[in-house]
């Protein structure tokens, strides 16, 4: 079964620097996903790829099967959920997401 | 700019009875998703429109769950006979691409989030 992995809870203090590890079972994926979820609100992309990248404070590290989401200079309004996902194939050329279980972002003052 | 919107925000049912939940997408978006997040776990994939086709229902976890998207734009998620296991956040998202190039990305709305009672 696809299936993706990332820890439950993570816990940093402002200003630091904070690691969500992610690793994947998913057939035939090559790219990473990482969106930030607040409850009730859109999850939304922060950033992507199947080689490591930056997008303002965050930065994504790649491995094939595994991903790292850095985020720089913790804020408190940072603390939320972060899903790591990965694509599938599917029937006519889509790519459906299959997302860990998230992580819980938090921060501590 | 419209990102993608659903409707209602919230529902409340009583056990037995028929719901339908509504997507609008991102104008122009050809591909649309939807997305079971049951408590506490990520989102899980129920189903798959490119345009007005649906390509891929493997993710509908029983034949109480319906989808359309009759004109290729908005999207109808309807669950016949409720249960409480339907209870969840329901997300729908879209995306302008089919495949996974570079620059794929799906947007996702809200969600609706469903309570049967």
């Known amino acids: 079964k696809d299936q993706v992995f990332q820890p439950s809870t993570v816990a940093s203090s402002e200003g630091a620097v904070v690691e969500i590890f992610c690793n994947h079972s998913v057939s035939n994926a090559y790219n990473f996903f990482w969106y930030l979820h607040f409850p009730g609100c859109a999850p939304r992309l922060l950033v992507k790829g199947s080689k490591p990248s930056q997008q303002g404070r965050y930065n994504m590290t790649y491995e094939r099967f595994s991903s790292s989401l850095l985020i720089l200079q913790v804020r408190e309004a940072d603390a939320a959920v972060y899903y790591c996902?990965?694509?599938?194939?599917?029937?006519?050329?889509?790519?459906?997401?299959?997302f860990g279980t998230g992580t819980q972002l938090k921060v501590e003052l | 700019g419209a990102g993608v919107s659903q409707s209602p925000r919230y529902k409340v049912a009583k056990r037995g009875q028929d719901v339908a939940l509504r997507c609008d997408p991102i104008s122009g978006h050809v591909s649309l998703f939807w997305y079971q997040q049951a408590l506490g776990q990520g989102p899980e994939f129920l189903t798959y429109?490119?345009?007005?086709?649906?390509?891929?229902k493997s993710g509908l976890p029983s034949d109480r769950f319906f989808a359309e998207r009759p004109e290729g734009s908005v999207s109808t998620l309807k669950i016949q006979r409720t249960q409480q296991e339907d209870s969840a956040v329901y997300l729908c998202?879209?995306?302008?691409?089919?495949?996974?190039?570079?620059?794929?990305?799906?947007?996702f709305g809200p969600g609706t989030r469903l309570t049967v009672l």
């Open positions: 996902a990965c694509p599938g194939i599917l029937t006519g050329g889509g790519n459906k997401l299959t």
């Open positions: 998202a879209s995306s302008y691409q089919v495949g996974s190039g570079s620059r794929y990305e799906q947007f």
């Open positions: 429109f490119q345009n007005e086709a649906q390509l891929d």
